[in-house]
């Protein structure tokens, strides 16, 4: 019972190192602007995303980065959280040039604008970190 | 000149090798499917998909399967091209657990039901597939 | 006033003359499918697509229906009205070609398998309708 | 026939009223940058989103609001239409936590980027309004 | 500390038992077919949705159910995951004549095929339920 | 052989003059900016869409700048696309009128907020375009 309590906190504290592993400073920016609309949706956003999800074994964090990029890219209509997720890809170790690999494929699924939106993405979030 | 030429014998015939590659038999059967009604879109799709983006170095072909999956798993609508790169995933050398994980992780970036319906996708493939 | 009146039985009127040129009996039988659900619904199906805006003069109805293809296709989540307005392009006039084309311009704005489920779409009309 | 004519009438006049009841100034600047552009489609406006669908009986406004505010967050692809009925949402009389609830519950079915988005358009939309 | 832990335990319960409440049989179904692919999903699937979020005050069921019935209608991308929504309408006391007019307003903001399906979808499951 | 290699060297060539007549300076724009980050992908925009697509006989200019414009219209997440494809319309010989009808029709097939959006954005490149 007591390992189950823990587990609880685990889940909420898991949240916050995976999210600042990931997401760094961008990711804790999220978490302080929903304060004083959704402070419970902060604490869900790092339970379930982060706490759950992420801290999975089974799929490396590489992997995991990839397939939120594109994800993203595809659907076309989260931009801010692209961004977000560009820059988690290089924090996670993905190198710039298979973040822009994933974005232009998704030409294929997704049609040449989402790519073309993908991609001037990545140019802004590359420009603001250093090589 | 010749280069040029043979470059372009390449991109067809290299886009016929990475299709047999990555999706197999399940890749030539909708290649067949186009030949009476759109045969230009078979060339086109062996020549850009996979002979043109699936064939950069730069991104290795499991982790573009895994943006594939993530992709057409958000979009959720586009369910027959799901299973095939279902099946192309377990081609490559993706496990099925890396399948599992990139579809469940699509509950975050495109909701539960986008995942739900790309995890019942994935037990379909994986019955049909000798594990 | 009796002009106005007159127009509102056009508009309804006019509503039943397009969706008949249009869509055909695949129109009416949308109509008739309604009439225990959502009989309303069938009204403001005929006064408002096809009253308002199939009847509007400039665009004719070979440019309309190019129109509504490309966007069902590249949505890519509403197969049967994808179909309805296959069969309606070939009722306006166009031809299997130029709708073929209109599909596969799709895979540029709404990637390859959207273009792909557009295209077997239409195989599937025009193995249906006499050419 | 007279009441056919009035009901012609009621229709334009019924859709500004509920405009004006529903979306408030936010409505009228949405009719009035149309002049210039498709007068008559903010005709259509009037005529069938506000005289037909939200002057139905058989749901009431704070309900129309309600599926208006998660259908626009969940699709994510029309930021300027949330923010309008996030207004209307307060104008029908939906508390501020009714709102951020319904948007909160999108995370579950397009997941947490268009929640966020949601949720940070209700935030401006609120600071704008006295509570 | 304990109730920390009873509040763990709550979370997986109390999506239980929101989930009988709310989605009855067909919530079930789709929580046995998780098992053998994805089991950990059906945790998560009764712990954040339901555990979390439909058991949260702020907003009551039925309207929470028209949220859900309106977004899954405009999204148009997960056709059974709407039916166990609009039979989750019913169950928690929604009239068909609010869901039939919840999902005739995605004509508004989803347009008319998103429309149409989700009417057809609500006839075949209003066929399968005693009124 | 050597035809193939012309033919080669045609495909993008072909691609460059198509996005000259049809996009103007704002294709060329979108090739320059891509240069620093993925100058593939600019070959790649003029040889599939460019080259391949919009060079193709069978369907004519007018047609493939309306079947473009409605899909990204409906789409709705690809705002800078459809203005560069709105200007493209006008260039090839489109009427102001007719790229109206076509966007406002986009209300029937995904809701008066992707036509509303449509619309502003015709407006703005009405703006800069000499009538």
Known sequence: MTQTHYETNDRFERGQR???EIDG???QKVIDAL???APD???YLLEFPFGDIYSRPGLDLRSREIATIA???ALGNAAPQLKVHIAAGLNVGLGR???VETIMQMAVYAGFPAALN???????VFAAHPA
């Open 18 to 20: 995976a999210l600042a």
């Open 25 to 27: 400073a961008g990711g």
């Open 35 to 37: 304060a004083d609309i």
């Open 41 to 43: 949706f902060a604490r």
């Open 71 to 73: 994800a993203l890219t």
């Open 97 to 99: 040039e298979e973040i």
């Open 118 to 124: 993908g991609l001037f993405a990545a140019k802004e």
